[in-house]
């Protein structure tokens, strides 16, 4: 048992409320700032992008006893609903038997977090900014502006779960020799809703992805619990098709209508979120250290925002929490030690699901429509069928197991190097599913090696 | 002739107060701000290495009438003098006859520089600090602290030449799509001083920039008018030989004598400054876009630091505003078009000069001292000789010609590959400077391709 430390979490997203959790299990005492109000009393802010919890975040929750209580929020979805123009609607399954990603609303996931953390006994400061925080001292400064008097407060340590913009981060980003990037794709995005049939079912597949892929830009909808989906359309902020052009209700209507005809019964709805709904960036942040000396760490995004392409933000910060508490447990009330084992622990994953976000970002948009693409993925799907402990499939590396993020990129380029042999051999597209073909990749994979 | 404009710059250092007398020609009031006192009434901060003046800086003095003046601080050096262990000095010609590079003590140049603002009419504000700039309505915030209160300045349009840890681009950072990133090295650096004779004279030949490289650790020293040399250490921060590990008067006397064998005299002085001055961390800071509208523009360091290793961070930060007053002429009143294609021109050269810098950072702590570079080294010599037309060496690119960046790294990689193949040549070592490689040159270059 460790020592019971005076902490402050600064964040009351999902990240920053299962950390709370967790560290009240472990007897210390937890404030959490934000300086948004209470997001149980308040709309939600139409810019979520429904989350997928997967493994990862699962085994996170399951470690501090929540995972019944969350999977009531949830909906699985094993496979990818593809709405391809001029094709009729196929499926593609994520994964084996029994394995699905859970749908869940941001808001509703977090109004839930923060009512499980308070019943554990976290306090909750809703409204109060942080300004400035002395990171030596572990002190918080908030305030209602930069120039009015602030109020102090010192704690034992101090977590920055903050998000991508992150005050905490940002002060640590001021000091010598902290590494850090920020970067912006072209793309945006924006909240839709596909609202539920009168008598609250479902209109499309509710145990699935839904995506529309059309090459620059993309449509995706996940199920609620209420019969709605929330969708997200990832577009360009500039250009020819993009959030800037379709500035007038007929433009935006022109728009669905031609890109998504299989939908169009909705129009009126998506529309009218189309205006009402920001049009947001999204960013991958990259820093080091993740800490400053053994009283502040930043954990999840705050310490490495991803783009969402990969379902893995919040399943990765829940992994942070999980590993942050491995270190707990081996060093006791050694935080020096925890700290730096935590982010040397965690940071080649930060920036392994970062390079792998940014990835399926270009596959989602243009190569799920792409033939030699799909082929790859029918060749690699059998393969792995038939040699389960030889190949497992990237996807599932990431989003089924508990193999490091790093891990699982580098085992990736490897399979993706042989499929691109394979891919040339000659008559792939009608050979593919050969005894040749299979001989050739556990040829490539060499005797010895598993991928 | 453009309409006069109220013009802030945030900083006054080099590139700031050039800048302040290019506008003043150019009919704008001018105010520079500085949270440091006046350089002119103050000690040296012990933190500077001399500045190597080269083509691009020259041309930016030149074309507003400042060239003489600065001449007369600076002194050419036309040639390396490699102090490498258990060899006799030897020296190392930088470019053609006339080409020299020009040492200036940063300190003096800019005492000199706010001198020449001040006389063209440019209003300076030391120790002025500011806290706030609202981008939109180019107004600046400055004060004693972040809550006193602050006193407001009105602007037509604001300049951040605030360097490295631009506050202007600190605000800018905080906006979406706004690209960033911050990347120190684990080498630091110091100043150190090798003083005059008694004659006043200098102790090493004042028309060489002098190496003594190391390894993972290199001394450089580079002549002052007054006979001393301002001398760098660059080191790692930690590690077997590092500034971390030499913690005691004994351990710098030891580091010295047994690195430093020729300069050995000098010890009791060098000594002296290793643990009087600071030791520096080095960053590259690359960001984007360089602009907010037709408010705000950065301008030198706060766009594009970069590491030393190149000497061209004060002559790419002039080249910066001889470009931007190149737009100005073409684009008389129109800020918006001119502080875009500003940006659009410069940034490519920004991030050409950062990558160069920090492979110049690799080349010459360990690579002048490697017999196969220094064998590359005279093969390009010779065949620059005698085909001048045909291969400009990087260096001299970068260094003595108006060519951009951005051409000289292309071109200097399209060299770097003709030169691995032609190490690989036979019995090169022996041959290198026969005929038959002057011809593989020739044939790797194309017969068309001018490289």
Same mark, same amino acid.
């Given at each position: 048992m460790q020592?019971s430390k005076?902490?402050?979490i600064?964040?009351?997203?999902?990240v920053?409320?299962?950390?709370?959790v967790?560290?009240?299990?472990a007897?210390?005492q937890? *404030?959490?700032?934000? !300086?948004?109000?209470?997001?149980?009393?308040?709309?939600?802010?139409?810019?979520?992008?429904?989350?997928?919890?997967?493994?990862? %975040?699962?085994?996170?929750?399951r470690?501090?006893g929540?995972?019944?209580?969350i999977?009531?929020?949830?909906?699985?979805?094993?496979?990818?609903a593809?709405?391809?123009?001029e094709?009729?609607?196929y499926f593609?399954?994520?994964?084996?038997e029994?394995?699905?990603?859970?749908?869940i609303?941001?808001?509703i996931?977090?109004?839930?977090?923060?009512?499980l953390?308070?019943?554990? %006994?976290?306090?909750?400061?809703?409204e109060?900014?942080v300004?400035?925080?002395?990171?030596?001292?572990a002190?918080?400064?908030?305030?209602?502006?930069?120039?009015?008097?602030?109020t102090e407060?010192k704690f034992d340590?101090i977590?920055?779960?903050d998000?991508?913009?992150?005050?905490?981060?940002?002060?640590?980003? !001021?000091?010598?020799?902290?590494?850090?990037?920020?970067?912006?794709?072209?793309?945006?995005y924006k909240?839709l *809703?596909i609202p539920?049939?009168?008598d609250?079912s479902?209109k499309?597949?509710?145990a699935?992805f839904?995506?529309?892929?059309r090459?620059k830009?993309m449509?995706?909808a996940?199920p609620?619990?209420?019969?709605s989906f *929330?969708c997200?359309?990832?577009m360009?902020?500039?250009?020819?098709?993009?959030?800037?052009?379709?500035?007038?209700?007929?433009?935006?209507? +022109?728009?669905?209508?031609?890109?998504?005809?299989?939908?169009?019964?909705?129009? +009126?709805n998506?529309?009218?979120?189309?205006?009402?709904?920001p049009?947001?960036?999204?960013?991958?942040?990259?820093?080091?250290p993740?800490?400053?000396?053994?009283?502040v +760490?930043?954990?999840?995004?705050?310490a490495?925002?991803?783009?969402p392409?990969?379902?893995?933000g919040?399943?990765?910060?829940?992994?942070?929490?999980?590993?942050?508490?491995?270190?707990?447990?081996t060093?006791?009330?050694?935080?020096?030690?925890?700290?730096?084992?935590?982010?040397?622990?965690?940071?080649?994953? %930060?920036?392994?699901?970062?390079?792998l976000?940014y !990835?399926?970002?270009?596959?989602m948009?243009?190569?799920?429509a792409?033939?030699m693409?799909?082929?790859?993925?029918?060749?690699?799907?059998?393969f792995a069928?038939?040699?389960?402990?030889?190949w497992?499939?990237?996807?599932s590396?990431?989003?089924?197991s508990?193999?490091?993020?790093?891990?699982?990129?580098?085992i990736?380029?490897k399979q993706?190097?042989?499929?691109a042999?394979?891919?040339q051999?000659?008559?792939?597209?009608?050979?593919w599913?050969s005894?040749?073909?299979?001989?050739?990749?556990?040829?490539l994979? %060499?005797e010895?090696?598993t991928?």
């Amino acid at each position: 048992m460790q020592q019971s430390k005076n902490i402050a979490i600064v964040g009351s997203g999902l990240v920053g409320s299962l950390l709370a959790v967790y560290l009240r299990k472990a007897g210390h005492q937890v *404030t959490i700032f934000d !300086r948004r109000p209470d997001v149980r009393k308040v709309e939600f802010s139409g810019r979520s992008i429904n989350l997928a919890m997967s493994n990862r %975040g699962w085994s996170a929750l399951r470690r501090i006893g929540l995972e019944d209580e969350i999977r009531k929020l949830a909906l699985p979805l094993d496979k990818r609903a593809m709405h391809v123009n001029e094709k009729p609607l196929y499926f593609q399954k994520y994964g084996k038997e029994g394995e699905a990603i859970y749908s869940i609303s941001r808001g509703i996931l977090n109004r839930k977090m923060i009512d499980l953390a308070e019943e554990a %006994g976290a306090v909750f400061k809703f409204e109060e900014k942080v300004w400035d925080i002395d990171l030596k001292q572990a002190t918080i400064y908030t305030g209602d502006s930069e120039t009015t008097p602030w109020t102090e407060y010192k704690f034992d340590l101090i977590f920055g779960a903050d998000g991508a913009f992150s005050r905490v981060r940002h002060k640590m980003q !001021r000091q010598s020799r902290f590494n850090y990037s920020q970067h912006f794709i072209d793309v945006a995005y924006k909240e839709l *809703t596909i609202p539920a049939n009168p008598d609250g079912s479902h209109k499309l597949d509710n145990a699935s992805f839904h995506i529309w892929p059309r090459g620059k830009f993309m449509l995706i909808a996940m199920p609620n619990l209420d019969g709605s989906f *929330t969708c997200t359309l990832f577009m360009p902020f500039e250009g020819e098709v993009s959030f800037e052009s379709i500035d007038t209700e007929a433009k935006a209507e +022109a728009f669905f209508e031609k890109y998504f005809p299989d939908i169009k019964e909705d129009i +009126a709805n998506l529309k009218k979120d189309f205006f009402k709904n920001p049009t947001s960036a999204m960013v991958t942040i990259k820093c080091f250290p993740w800490r400053y000396d053994d009283k502040v +760490a930043l954990i999840g995004d705050s310490a490495h925002a991803i783009v969402p392409f990969y379902g893995q933000g919040m399943n990765a910060g829940f992994e942070d929490i999980s590993v942050l508490f491995d270190k707990m447990e081996t060093h006791g009330d050694d935080w020096d030690k925890i700290f730096s084992e935590y982010q040397i622990a965690r940071k080649p994953n %930060g920036d392994a699901i970062a390079e792998l976000s940014y !990835r399926n970002f270009i596959e989602m948009s243009s190569k799920t429509a792409n033939p030699m693409f799909l082929l790859q993925k029918k060749i690699e799907k059998k393969f792995a069928e038939n040699h389960p402990e030889a190949w497992v499939p990237l996807y599932s590396r990431v989003t089924f197991s508990d193999h490091s993020y790093a891990e699982a990129l580098k085992i990736g380029d490897k399979q993706e190097r042989i499929m691109a042999e394979v891919l040339q051999m000659p008559d792939i597209e009608s050979n593919w599913d050969s005894p040749e073909v299979e001989e050739r990749i556990l040829e490539l994979l %060499g005797e010895k090696v598993t991928v």
